[in-house]
């Protein structure tokens, strides 16, 4: 069955104290890994999407890297206003024409100043 | 990107009674989709917004229960009929941009309390 687990499910960080978080999928084959910041009270936003085990997207403070079983989502130097639940999410290869994302619970992270 | 905006943000509702939620995009896009997010929850597709044609609903989310209308490119609705407290949650509206590499955007969200 196609899962997606996400850890830690909360981590507190203190302003420029960098870390990462991890999204573990099993899939029959993966078409798409996304990443997505949601802010409370907000829908998801879109950060990244990674297609093959060695790819890196990076965007500011977050980088994202794709293995052939995991994703991390590295922070590096986070401020306050990092502080959102961070969203996985994956789409099987063999869903054809199916654009079902299958989702993990979430990442929430808090900054401290 | 898309920029998408539903209607209401939010509702308290009474049970038995039925709400519907607006979508709309600023451009036409192929691929509209409606989830639920239960507190605790991931994320949970209810269907997928077909224009011109019946919803795509997924498993343990029937037509009756929430209807979905996809009159053209750039708008849609879900109703949530019949309420019960169990229909508690936010609602989100999600597209597929056609130009897009199957990312999805994100509404705002709907938050409904039945009370």
């Known amino acids: 069955e196609d899962q997606v687990t996400q850890s830690p499910e909360a981590l507190r960080l203190q302003e420029g104290e960098s870390s990462s978080l991890n999204c573990s999928y099993t899939?029959?084959?993966?078409?798409?890994l996304f990443w997505y910041r949601q802010d409370p009270g907000k829908g998801p936003e879109f950060l990244f999407t990674?297609?093959?085990?060695?790819e890196e997207k990076e965007k500011e403070r977050l980088k994202a890297t794709l293995t052939k079983k995991e994703s991390f989502l590295h922070i590096t130097a986070p401020k306050p206003e990092d502080s959102a639940t961070y969203l996985c999410?994956?789409?099987?290869?063999?869903?054809?024409?199916?654009?079902?994302?299958?989702w993990g619970l979430g990442t929430s992270l808090g900054v401290n100043p | 990107s898309a920029v998408i905006s539903q209607k209401p943000s939010r509702d308290i509702c009474q049970r038995g009674t039925s709400l519907t939620i607006q979508c709309q995009v600023d451009?036409?896009?192929?691929?509209m989709f409606w989830y639920r997010q239960q507190p605790g929850q991931s994320l949970t597709l209810i269907a997928t917004?077909?224009?011109?044609?019946?919803?795509?609903?997924e498993s343990g989310f029937v037509i009756d229960k929430f209807p979905i209308s996809r009159p053209n490119l750039t708008f849609s609705t879900l109703t949530v009929s019949n309420m019960s407290p169990e229909d508690s949650s936010i609602y989100l509206c999600?597209?597929?941009?056609?130009?897009?590499?199957?990312?999805?955007?994100f509404g705002p969200g709907t938050r409904l309390t039945v009370l």
């Open positions: 999600s597209v597929e941009t056609p130009l897009g590499l199957r990312e999805q955007f």
């Open positions: 451009s036409q896009v192929t691929m």
């Open positions: 917004a077909n224009q011109g044609s019946e919803a795509t609903y």
């Open positions: 999410a994956v789409q099987a290869r063999d869903a054809g024409n199916n654009r079902k994302l299958i």
């Open positions: 990674l297609y093959s085990a060695g």
């Open positions: 899939v029959s084959g993966l078409r798409g």
